[in-house]
């Protein structure tokens, strides 16, 4: 989900910074990030805060396993954090960073969209791809006999591919 949204991001014309591991970094410039981090630096947050300049409008964590305490202090006046992971995360905010900066914590999950959400976003999709403009990432074929080395690539952040069990 993470390339499709960086790729659907830029090509209606935003701005985007982002972190994978390492090997990752190139696709994700290759697919329209300006700034792509290794989310595994030493200083990682220096980085991040640094790229922000005045704050991002739009701070999108796809992993939850980021801070939503820090992600709001990475937002501009009026921003907003997109929540679409993390579901036992617990956190702790402090309302002024709020209110005072009309800034916002918004949840998304894809299966509450609504048919003309959904429908609107097929076209953006589909005009992508007519246009060569959606890149697919990589796969990785896996038989249901190591289904369990497959998991642990995704869990080590070594699978660098999306990862398809097949009978």
């Known amino acids: 989900m993470g390339s499709a949204a960086l790729q659907v991001s830029t090509w209606l014309g935003a701005t985007a910074v982002t972190t994978s591991s390492e090997t990752d970094t190139g696709w994700c410039q290759n697919n329209g990030a300006q700034i792509a ?33 820090r992600s709001l202090q990475l937002l501009s006046f009026g921003g907003t954090v997109l929540v679409t992971a993390g579901m036992r995360q617990r956190t702790s905010l402090t309302a002024g960073d709020l209110y005072l900066k009309n800034r916002s914590v918004r949840g998304f999950a894809i299966s509450n969209a609504t048919e003309d959400s959904l429908r609107d976003a097929a076209k953006v999709v589909n005009r992508m791809l007519a246009e060569r403009k959606l890149a697919a990432p990589k796969v990785r074929v896996f ?22 069990i097949v009978p």
């Open 37 to 69: 981090f290794d989310y595994r630096s030493n200083d990682l947050d220096r980085k991040i805060q640094e790229a922000s300049g005045s704050g991002f409008n739009v701070w999108w964590d796809q992993s939850g396993s980021g801070s939503l305490e």
């Open 143 to 164: 038989p249901v006999s190591e289904a369990a080395h497959a998991n642990q690539l995704v869990e080590s952040g070594r699978a660098h591919a999306k990862i398809v």
